[in-house]
Each structure stands twice: as structure tokens, then as C-alpha cells.
């Protein structure tokens, strides 16, 4: 789907982030403009420090910018107070990071249900671990489960309210090759089969072949940005 017949899910205006170190001043994000559509899969490469991660902390509602504005679906989330923010981490967003933050007592499927529980439309356990390839081992706890499966397991949790936004912060970081390349295709099929606008941060250069676009950053700036006519499937992708 192009660009055009989409519509905008972020609008990101003149986003800075400084951070404030004793007598040292950060600057994480210097002027950031960016849209972000709903459905799409974005990739973010770049070097460590250079903005990535701010980026989608504020996107996310966990951090709040310097200055600039982040609009999503036309609302400013610079403006709506700490419950608001609150409600839309919870109604509208799941997170996925590098390590899975499972809780090694519950199965599964428990981990799952921690957010199908309080969540207004949910997927069931059994359906968000059956989207990620893990139907087979819903009673499994976290010790019995490989890293791959277990990262799996939390993009289940992360997807199960039916977020309308994914944010991943390396969710391939601490696996090897093969293992990362089944968690890609469990995000690509997310993607895919709910419609959620998926972000993806990474130093992996070969998963851009995977996004609609694909941002790079310099220096708390967006440097470049690369349309991907035609996306790979994991499978295709080497590294």
C-alpha cells in the first residue's frame, strides 16, 4: 500500500529531547519531523546515541520531549496529562524489547493473560500465541522455552490487546541469526494480519529489507529515509 492511500497514525513536529547529566547537557533529539502511517512497517537503523530509542520511548507515552509535539490520530500527546497517557499506553500501544521481562512462574499463556485481563477488546491467550507460531506450547513456562520462543511469547503479550501501535527496541538483539529471523516473521505476521503500524528499532542493517520505509539517524536527526517498493520476507533475509 503507498504512502498516499494511508492514513497518518503519528505526526512528529520539531521533537527535541535533552537530557540533563549534573553540568553535561544530552541532546537525544535535535528538531525531529516524521509521519508515521497506520499499517505500515518501519524500520530505524543508526548508530547507539543516535536518537532511536528516544524516539520511540516518546512515542510510546514513556518519555516526554524538551519541546516539539507528537500527534497521534490528530491528538497531542505533549498535552493530554499523565492519566491520559496512562489510558493510551494501556488502549493503543505494546512494547517488545531486547529481553522478554517474562515472569518465570507463569506459563505462557499466564504471561499472555496479564494483558488480555484488563484489556476492553482482547485477542485470547491461545490466539495471540498461535499468531506468533506457539500454539503448541502455551502451558510451557519461560524456563522450558528457548530465547527465540520466549521473545515470541512476549510479542504475544505485547499484541494480544490489539495495540494499534507495536514498538520494538531491538527485539532481535540477543539472538542468533536463525532464532531472530522466526521472531522477525512473528512480527512481520502481526503486521500483516492485525494491521498494526510496526516500529522496529535496530543496528541490523539486513531487517530494513523487511520495512515499508526504512528511517536513518545521525546525531539526534533524521539523516535519510528509504522507500522499500518491495518488502522481503524474513525467510529472504541473510545477515
Not at 494511508?6 to 547537557?25: C, H, N, P, S
Not at 528516544?54 to 507515552?61: A, Q, R
Request: proline content about 4%; some cysteine; glycine content about 8%.
Amino acid at each position: 500500500m503507498d504512502q498516499q492511500s494511508r492514513q497518518t497514525a503519528f505526526r512528529v513536529k520539531g521533537l527535541t529531547k535533552v537530557y540533563d547529566m549534573g553540568e553535561i547537557q544530552v541532546r537525544a533529539l535535535r528538531g525531529v519531523d516524521i509521519d508515521l502511517y497506520e499499517g505500515e512497517f518501519v524500520v530505524l537503523l543508526g548508530p547507539s546515541g543516535s536518537g532511536k530509542s528516544t524516539l520511540v520511548n516518546i512515542l510510546g507515552g514513556l518519555d516526554s520531549p524538551s519541546e516539539g509535539h507528537v500527534f497521534f490520530r490528530g491528538e497531542d500527546l505533549t498535552l493530554v496529562g499523565d492519566k491520559n497517557l496512562t489510558l493510551y499506553r494501556r488502549n493503543h500501544v505494546g512494547f517488545v524489547f531486547q529481553f522478554y521481562n517474562l515472569i518465570p512462574s507463569l506459563t505462557a499463556r499466564e504471561n499472555v493473560a496479564l494483558v488480555t485481563e484488563i484489556s476492553p477488546d482482547p485477542l485470547t491467550p491461545e490466539e495471540a500465541l498461535t499468531l506468533v507460531g506457539l500454539g503448541e506450547r502455551i502451558n510451557h513456562f519461560p524456563a522450558q522455552l528457548s530465547g527465540g520462543e520466549q521473545q515470541r511469547v512476549a510479542i504475544a503479550r505485547a499484541v494480544a490487546k490489539r495495540p494499534d501501535v507495536l514498538l520494538c527496541d531491538e527485539p532481535t538483539g540477543a539472538l542468533d541469526i536463525t532464532t531472530g529471523v522466526v521472531v522477525l516473521d512473528a512480527l512481520e505476521r502481526v503486521n500483516r494480519e492485525l494491521g498494526t503500524l510496526t516500529v522496529v528499532i535496530t543496528h541490523n542493517a539486513a531487517i530494513r529489507h523487511l520495512a515499508d520505509r526504512v528511517i536513518y539517524f545521525a546525531d539526534g536527526r533524521i539523516s535519510r529515509i528509504d522507500l522499500n517498493e518491495q518488502r522481503m520476507k524474513p525467510s529472504e533475509v541473510s545477515w
